[in-house]
Structures are given as C-alpha cells and as structure tokens.
C-alpha cells in the first residue's frame, strides 16, 4: 500500500478517522505521518484514533492519558533520564524507548497494562537466573535491616550484632556476583 | 553447510518430521523476546550502541553454539540481497520489519532452522523455535534452553513487577507469544469458522490467516496465539493456548468426517479437481494455487490422495511465494510471469510423485 499523502513511500501506519460515527482509513508512510503528526497528537480535537498502535488505545482511552496533567506543557515534564523519551512521546508511538522509561512512567502503567493484559498488572512467570538471584538476596537484605532496626529499638543489641553480621555477609555475596 | 542453502530449500529441515496432530496443526513455535539493560531498545538507539549488541554476539556465538544448542549462523541483513531477506521472511525465519527496517538487524539462524534468534529487530533479542506438529512444550523448552543460555552472559533488562521488559507494552512480563499454525478446511467448508473465530477471540486468542492479508486465510491456514504475556505464567500461557487448540482439532476432525459421510464423491470430486489444476494449469494466481493445495492436503489426510506426501501443502505454500518465484527465476517477476512461474514450478514438484 502506497503512502496517499506522498503517493511515493509505502505505508506503514495506517489511521481510522472517525467523524459522526462515520469511518475512513488513512494510510500514511512514516514521514508524512510525522509532518501531519501535530494532527494526531491532539486525538479529542482531530477525533482521530491510530488504529495499529498500542498509541490507539493510549489514545482513544482518556484515562490512559496522565490523570493529573491535562495540559500539554506538564506532558513534558515526564521524560526519561536515560533516552529522553517523553511521556507524550510514549503516548504517541505506543513504545518504551528504554528500561528506564518503566521506572520514568511508574505510576502510569498499571492502568495500560490492566487495558493490554486482561486486568493483570504484575508479572508471574520465569525469573532470569542471575539477574533473579540477586533480586532474591536484595529482597532477604531488606528484611534483615528491616528487623535490626526493631532490635535496636528494642534494644535487644546482641541480637542486633548478629543480625548485623548477616547482613554483611549477604552484602558482600552480592558485591562478588558483580553488584548486579 | 553453506550459509546459502537457506535461501535454496523451502521446507526447513525440521519441516520434514511427523509431528503430533500433524494432519491438522502444521508447526508450533514460542518466541521470546528480551533486551539487555544497559542499551536503549531498537526503536530509538544509536547505530553505536546497535552496533556494540550485534558485537557482543558476534563474540557469543564465536563457538557457533549456544550451550548445547547449534551450530548457528549469523546472517546480518545489511549484507543480504533484497530476495534473499524475502525468502527468509517467506519461511517464517525472520520477519517483515526485521527484513525491511532494520538496518542494524541480524539473525543467528541453526542448521536444522528450529531456532532463530532476531537481534535488533523490535527488540533487542527475539528467540524463537519452530516445531513440526503439535509441540508447543518441546518448543517452549527449547526457547527457556537458549534463554538461560544467553542470560548468563548478557544483563536482561527484569524488573521485580513487570518482569521482562520490552519495546512495546503488549509484550511485557514473560514476553512470550506462542502460536500454532493450523490446517482447517474442515471448519472452513461448512462454515463452522465464522462461529469459532470470534469464540476463540473471546477467550483472549488471537485468529488471523497465516497468509493472505486482513482477514482472509489462504490455504485455509490459520495462525492462532496468545495475546497477553503479563499475569501468567509461561507454563500457563501454553496450557491455555493448549486447550483451546485441542478443542480446535477435535471440531475439525468432526466436520471433515461429517464431510466425507455427508458428501464423500463431492468431496472426492473437489479434490481431484484441485489436483488436477495443479498438475496442468499453465497460469495461476497464490489464491487459486493455495486453496488447490488445501484441497490437495485434505485429500491426503482423507486418504483419497496416496502418492503425494503431506507436507506437499507447507512446501508449496512456502515456494511459490513472491521471494522464492524470484529466487528461482533469478531475478524480478512481475505478476503475471509469477503466475506461469508458479504454475510451472508447482506442476515440475507434482511431477514427481506422479
Ligand atoms: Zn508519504
Ligand atoms: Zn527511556
């Protein structure tokens, strides 16, 4: 399929307009997307919807977009540190640009992943092996400093020592499998 | 082995084998995908950094073995021609965006074509394992085998909640899309897929055509997967997608024994005529072609048919795709020489089992 903007390139994204129930599809290549990309930013003003993008449901769902920032100038303050992607960006393409955009737009993926996955927000399967392991001795460390600091409170000190040890122990195990 | 007979041979070597349910699910296959912590993913990294992953498994693979698993290819698709990347496309082996978008992209492709591992494609690594008939588990295994393979020596971007991360949402959590390729003339023929598709859809699958585009199914092949990777488990995820196919195969089998009690010399008929078109015709279309060989299929499963082997319908299928007419032919086709092509091509492999 032909781009019907440039009727040059081949069209890759392809769009539903919706206007007074009545549908018409829009195929457009990539560029020219991006120079009409103003109009399909704006989805409650144009009434446009992206159809083969997750950005389409990111879209046509209002409570998908940031609840407390309806103004275009608070989208852009959400942006990830490592690869600068916005969230308006993220909203717009339908695609993380890297690992830290899901730490970058925390708070905002639970409702997207509820919509995407049939209500289900965290994940159940497979643990990678080394990545997985130190998770699990992060998870025990936590516990630990979390008890010696009620032995200390209690001033159960002898305790509180042993604990202590333990939690160097682990700390040092985690150090020599590369802080990971 | 030379790297070229990839793009030569049609069926993959692993298409050869007598799966389970094989008169009814073609091949099986589970793709994982994954990306490494420390890179931007695909859609927004540099060419440095897209240039340091291809690297990294450059040096992986210098075994050309992934743990037991190998030996392997790597295939980089800056240095293949455009038919080549087609063909591979045609066979499932990689896919389209893979083929047509991304510069920096590669496969490390296994001699028996069971594996394929995408790098730099949507994400970062796209593992994927291919199994003849009904094997979604054994294909499952094998993906978790190179998985934890490669995961000892790259840092897989995992978060404690969402688990895998990945380029688009819809794959997040395990990452996993296990699919099916199904064979239903049967359900087609007496209109039972109308009812079926949206049942199965209801359940959180997804139904599309194998080939063809939209909704239509040439070769009445039909493609069905999961759509949610985040909540379940992988194990979970494929005893889902499990049930429902076996439902899929018993309605199937029902409607073609009810076909051939209700209408057996139609049926009979139906089939030697396809039979006969593809032996003789001189020009035709990847429509015609493919509902011939369904017919053609059917009749071997139904036994009318006994000189032709099964996996006749996947091979033709495969080869008389634009990209392996073109491969063949050497060079561009347009239409209509791709249809006396094709129908050259496919009465030369009849020939021989005449
Ligand atoms: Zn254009
Ligand atoms: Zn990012």
């Keep these: 399929m032909i781009c019907q903007e440039c009727n040059q390139r081949p069209a890759t994204l392809h769009f539903t307009k919706i206007v007074n129930g009545e549908k018409t599809e829009i195929h457009l290549c990539e560029q020219c997307a991006h120079e009409k990309g103003e109009m399909f930013m704006f989805p409650h003003q144009g009434a446009f919807s992206i159809n083969n993008l997750i950005a389409g449901l990111l879209n046509m769902d209002a409570s998908l977009k940031e609840p407390k920032a309806p103004s275009f100038h608070n989208e852009h303050i959400l942006q990830c540190e490592h690869c600068k992607m916005t969230y308006a960006q993220f909203v717009k393409v339908g695609r993380f640009g890297c690992a830290s955009c899901y730490e970058t737009f925390r708070t905002y993926l639970p409702p997207i992943f509820r919509k995407l996955h049939g209500g289900h927000v965290a994940h159940e399967g497979k643990i990678p092996k080394r990545v997985g392991g130190t998770l699990y001795v992060r998870k025990q460390i936590g516990q630990l400093k979390q008890m010696l600091q009620e032995l200390i409170a209690k001033e159960q000190f002898e305790k509180a020592a042993e604990v202590r040890d333990q939690i160097r122990e682990l700390e040092t195990k985690l150090n020599a499998e590369g802080g990971a | 082995m030379n790297e070229y007979v990839f793009f030569q041979r049609a069926l993959s070597p692993w298409m050869n084998e007598e799966g389970p349910d094989s008169d009814i699910v073609l091949s099986s296959r589970i793709r994982l995908a994954r990306n490494m912590k420390q890179y931007s993913f695909p859609t927004v990294f540099t060419n440095e950094e897209a240039m340091q992953i291809i690297q990294s498994f450059e040096q992986l693979f210098s075994q050309r073995r992934l743990g037991h698993i190998g030996p392997f290819f790597l295939l980089k698709m800056n240095e293949l021609q455009s038919i080549e990347k087609r063909v591979l496309v045609e066979k499932h082996l990689i896919s389209p965006h893979l083929a047509e978008d991304c510069t920096f992209g590669a496969c490390l492709l296994s001699e028996q074509e069971e594996a394929s591992i995408m790098i730099n494609e949507e994400d970062h690594i796209r593992i994927q394992c291919l199994f003849a008939g009904f094997q979604l588990k054994e294909a499952l295994k094998m993906a978790n085998a190179l998985d934890d393979w490669i995961e000892q020596h790259v840092d897989y971007a995992f978060d404690e909640k ?73 194990e979970d995820i494929v005893e889902d997608l499990t049930g429902v196919v076996r439902q899929l195969i018993e309605q199937e089998r029902m409607a073609r024994e009810a076909l051939v009690k209700t209408s057996n010399i139609q049926l009979e008929d139906r089939v030697y ?82």
Aim: with cysteine; aromatic share 6%; glycine share 10%.
């Design chain 2, 162 to 234: 969402y688990g895998y991360l990945t380029s688009c949402p819809t794959n997040v959590g395990t990452g996993l899309r296990a699919s099916v390729m199904m064979h239903l003339p049967g359900l087609v023929l007496t209109q039972q897929i109308n009812q079926v598709i949206p049942a199965i859809n209801q359940l959180g699958l997804v139904v599309r055509g194998t080939y063809g585009e939209g909704s239509e199914a040439l070769g009445n092949i039909f493609q069905i997967s999961n759509q949610i990777t985040l909540g379940k488990s992988e």
């Design chain 2, 273 to 354: 005529r396809s039979y006969g078109v593809l032996t003789n015709s001189r020009i035709i279309g990847s429509k015609e072609a493919a509902q011939c060989l369904s017919d053609v299929r059917l009749g071997i499963d139904l036994g009318y048919i006994t000189n032709v082997p099964k996996t006749i319908l996947t091979e033709l299928m495969i080869l008389t795709q634009p990209g392996f007419l073109q491969k063949y032919a050497g060079g561009a086709l347009r239409p209509q020489e791709r249809d006396v092509r094709r129908a050259s091509l496919i009465r030369e492999r009849l020939y021989q089992w005449k």
